[in-house]
């Protein structure tokens, strides 16, 4: 301890403390202030920039979720569209067969009408032709055959009993 | 621990080879014995000498052909107040061999202190060997002095243009300061944040940076070969350690006060704290001067010690002046430095972790109350 304090120059620990001293407080505003201010900016700086690149991820992500989501809506559009679109078709097909079923009824049943109406016509003409002939015919017979007034009506009477229409 | 061992066994083989050496000198005769101790003397002195702050800054000295000392140095200027500011050369002093007169008065140095004396030089000693003629305030510029300039100018120019080098590259060290930023954030992420807290630490920066970056330079200063011991120096040391105490106490919180006044709180009545108290308090406020004093001590007795046994390796080389010895202690000498720039660091580190965790304690704030009532 004695040898401590015979070692222990008060020259030295005033100049010391002068210099360090001073040199604490310029360093203090010249060097470690702006060193750690840089430091820290540029700390803040690099979290911000990862926090920024993990938002612009996260966004990206958000991105093609939204664009899967737009195409799945897209495809699932197409489809019902699609099977809007079939069954409208077999509708349409269906109708169509109607319709040109109903036709064909119609023009079946118009020409059956037609033909009915021909055939009754021409039954008609038939009957009329059958009945000018038969009355010739008659007619001629009778002028042969009957010269007896009384019998000849009496057989045409009958005659005109055993005719019958059809 | 393994660094020790190594060490002790290391000086056990340079023991066991001095005895071989010693086996062998002693059939020589006892006059060349008697030289060899003179030349242990001298390398003694040489060390003490070297140990010390000196009013010149020597470079190297060699003994001519006539037998005298020529040293190879630079004067340094001598300041002390005498009745008046006397400021002269030390060469004057021719290495304490002469008394140096200046304006009529005389002055000598003695144990590397300057006295006032006579004509003659005039030392008149106590009966402890203490010299007792007047010893003028002495504010000299000596070797420590310059090398603490030199640090100064060093620091301040390199971190300096570390700070500088932030703005012209935008945020990014350039050249040295690549070197020297990492170690600027361990001190800031691992001792200073760690020790004192994310909140506080800030005000600490300043000392912690420059005690940590001042220590290590001197102390690898101290390895060159210009010989200067800064931080072996006790009264650099203390100033270091002073400026510690003070910060501490300084901006000591409430709770820091508290501890020391109060250590136990409010987990026993005031009428039991009272004994316990008579010897806690002393204690705790004996603590506040033992902390800073343990720094002041480890510092320089650490760095005095390396320079001793470094040196004294070093000597050992004349000593032996055999082809078995002398190489030997060369590789010892080369092994402590090594393990001496590492305790340079090692020293610069320590200094700077304690000083953080006095701050810590200083700057304490309430949750360590906490802690201790829910032991």
Redesign the interface.
């Given at each position: 301890m004695e040898k401590?304090l015979?070692?222990?120059?008060?020259?030295?620990?005033?100049?010391?403390?002068l210099?360090?001293?001073?040199?604490?407080l310029?360093?203090?505003k010249?060097?470690?202030?702006?060193?750690?201010d840089?430091?820290n900016?540029?700390e803040t700086?690099i979290k911000e920039s990862l926090s920024a690149a993990e938002k612009a991820r996260d966004d990206m992500e958000a991105v093609q979720a939204d664009n899967k989501r737009i195409l799945k809506e897209a495809r699932s559009d197409r489809d019902a569209l699609l099977a809007e679109a079939k069954t409208a078709s077999i509708k349409i097909v269906n109708q169509a067969k109607e319709d040109a079923k109903a036709e064909a009824d119609k023009i079946t049943a118009q020409a059956q009408e037609t033909i009915r109406n021909e055939k009754k016509a021409a039954i008609n003409e038939l009957k009329s032709q059958v009945a000018s002939l038969s009355v010739d015919i008659a007619a001629k017979v009778l002028q042969t055959e009957l010269k007896d007034q009384a019998a000849q009506e009496k057989f045409v009477s009958e005659l005109v009993k055993e005719i019958e229409v059809k | 621990m393994l660094i020790l061992l190594k060490r002790k066994s290391l000086f056990l083989l340079a023991l066991l080879l001095t005895g071989v050496v010693y086996a062998k000198d002693k059939q020589e005769n006892a006059e060349n014995l008697s030289a060899k101790e003179n030349q242990k003397k001298e390398i003694k002195e040489y060390i003490m000498h070297h140990l010390?702050?000196s009013y010149d800054f020597s470079l190297f000295s060699y003994t001519n052909d006539a037998g005298e000392h020529v040293y190879f140095e630079f004067p340094l200027p001598i300041?002390i107040w005498d009745n008046g500011l006397k400021v002269f050369s030390s060469s004057k002093f021719h290495h304490g061999d002469t008394v140096a007169e200046v304006d009529g008065n005389y002055y000598a140095i003695s144990?590397?202190?300057i006295y006032k004396t006579d004509a003659a030089g005039t030392i008149t000693p106590d009966e402890d060997g203490?010299a007792t003629n007047i010893a003028p305030?002495?504010?000299?510029?000596?070797k420590?002095?310059v090398s603490?300039?030199f640090t100064?100018l060093l620091?301040?120019f390199l971190?300096?243009s570390?700070?500088?080098s932030?703005?012209k590259n935008g945020?990014?060290a350039s050249g040295v300061g690549r070197f020297f930023?990492p170690i600027?954030?361990y001190i800031?992420d691992d001792i200073a944040i760690p020790n004192i807290g994310e909140k506080k630490h800030?005000k600490y920066?300043?000392?912690l940076?420059?005690v940590f970056f001042?220590v290590w330079f001197l102390n690898m200063l101290g390895l060159t070969p210009l010989g200067i011991n800064v931080t072996g120096?006790?009264?650099?040391t203390?100033?270091?350690a002073?400026?510690t105490f003070l910060l501490t106490n300084l901006t000591g919180t409430k709770d820091y006060w508290l501890h020391i006044f109060d250590p136990l709180g409010s987990t026993m009545k005031w009428y039991a704290k009272i004994p316990l108290y008579i010897i806690l308090i002393p204690i705790e406020v004996l603590g506040i001067f033992i902390k800073p004093f343990s720094l002041l001590i480890r510092l320089y007795a650490n760095m005095q010690a390396g320079h001793i046994v470094l040196m004294s390796l070093i000597g050992l080389m004349f000593i032996f002046k055999s082809w078995l010895g002398s190489p030997l202690s060369f590789g010892l000498a080369f092994a402590i430095s090594l393990i001496e720039v590492l305790v340079a660091l090692l020293q610069a580190y320590i200094f700077t972790m304690l000083s953080a965790l006095y701050f810590g304690f200083a700057s304490e704030e309430h949750e360590h109350h906490d802690k201790i009532e829910a032991h």
């Open positions: 401590l015979e070692e222990f120059s008060l020259g030295l620990f005033v100049w010391q403390t210099l360090f001293v001073a040199l604490l310029l360093l203090k010249f060097a470690w202030k702006p060193i750690l840089a430091v900016e540029r700086s | 010390q702050d300041i144990h590397n202190k203490h305030l002495d504010f000299s510029i000596t420590g002095v603490i300039m100064f620091m301040f971190f300096k570390l700070a500088d932030y703005v945020g990014i930023e600027v954030l800031r800030r920066m300043s000392f940076l420059t001042f120096n006790i009264a650099v203390l100033c270091l002073l400026i």
